[in-house]
């Protein structure tokens, strides 16, 4: 038996971590630590990392935000990382990232006929079937100021995405842009707004509709767009929005696993620690169902309240681990006791 001295309270633990926070035992190593629930990068693209190291660094399921629709398909099933995705970008004829290098053509689709009708060349609505086809549980679109997709073909992906019961999240660039995914009923955006400073009834707006994919990280040398990203997700938090965990893992140098940095600037976007943990475990786009594995983290959680940097480094450690092989170490008469503690 762990001396219950080594064991944090709950009460002090979960307002930490959350409501998922459980104090453990792994049954092969005998390591105590902290359970949570299985952590989720919700942006990424694993044709340009190797993605099977992942769970090494923490992430047990991932969402791939542009690759092909194809490979993307063939993925043994069972695997880890768990994959949702997207399947190729949809944008328009010759829009981002169309001839970026790292875009090959089979990851994107360049849409030229807006029309509803099915089985059209560069067909709006034949490019979400290929997606659906394919596996997809999210469609991605191409909002970039430079040549965003025309309105009338965001309205058919949207219309046709969402009767096939998927979602759509937008990569949106540039003044005007989130404006426009919202006034089409796009779900989410793939990255926090970086562009242009949203005003406030914009930011209510968004934070009723939309999930926010945080993405800060991927800004640490561009000053001016890390701190455009930031005001603007501390503005949707404040509003009530659903932030979640997502780095663009594949766009430069990242981590393979969870990133701190990513976390540190969440923090300073204003998430305390059970916000972290809520954009890390959060199931968007809700297709995602890991009950067979859990995040483990070795120890007790360092500092508190009022040293979240070093929570964010110790959340960063994390590993995947077989829910069979935690064992509780807080049993029902010390979560009995806790109630009868809180009556008092
Ligand atoms: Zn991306």
Avoid at 80 to 102: D, I, K, N, Q, S
């Amino acid at each position: 038996m762990p001396h219950p001295d080594a064991l944090p309270a709950l009460p002090a633990l979960r307002a930490l971590l959350g409501p998922d926070a459980a104090p453990v035992r792994r049954a092969l190593t005998d390591e105590e630590g902290i359970s949570l629930p299985a952590f989720v990068d919700h942006h990424v693209h694993l044709h340009l990392i190797d993605g099977e190291r992942l769970p090494l660094g923490g992430i047990a399921a991932v969402v791939d935000l542009g690759g092909d629709p194809a490979t993307l398909a063939s993925r043994p099933a069972g695997a880890l990382p768990h994959v949702t995705y997207a399947g190729a970008f949809l944008t328009t004829l010759g829009g981002y990232p169309a001839g970026r290098e790292w875009a090959p053509p089979a990851i994107v689709r360049q849409i030229t006929d807006p029309s509803p009708q099915v089985g059209r060349p560069g067909g709006a609505a034949t490019a979400v079937d290929e997606q659906r086809l394919a596996g997809a549980s999210v469609i991605k679109i191409v909002l970039h100021h430079e040549r965003p997709l025309p309105d009338d073909a965001v309205t058919t992906i949207v219309e046709t995405a969402h009767a096939a019961g998927l979602v759509v999240v937008a990569h949106v660039e540039g003044d005007g842009m989130t404006r426009r995914a919202l006034d089409a009923g796009v779900d989410a955006l793939a990255h926090t707004p970086f562009t242009e400073r949203l005003d406030e009834g914009l930011v209510a707006r968004a934070a009723a509709a939309q999930v926010w994919i945080s993405t800060l990280d991927i800004h640490r040398e561009d000053a001016d767009a890390a701190g455009l990203a930031r005001e603007n997700l501390r503005a949707f938090r404040a509003a009530g929005g659903r932030v979640v965990y997502g780095t663009d893992l594949g766009n430069g140098e990242l981590p393979l696993g969870v990133n701190p940095r990513e976390l540190r600037a969440l923090i300073s976007a204003g998430c305390d620690g059970p916000a972290l943990v809520a954009a890390l475990t959060d199931p968007w786009p809700g297709t995602a169902s890991l009950p067979e594995v859990r995040t483990f983290l070795r120890g007790r959680p360092p500092g508190g309240a009022d040293d979240l940097d070093a929570l964010a480094d110790w959340l960063a450690s994390a590993s995947v681990v077989p829910t069979e092989d935690l064992i509780p170490a807080v049993d029902d008469g010390t979560d009995s006791a806790d109630r009868k503690d809180d009556d008092d």
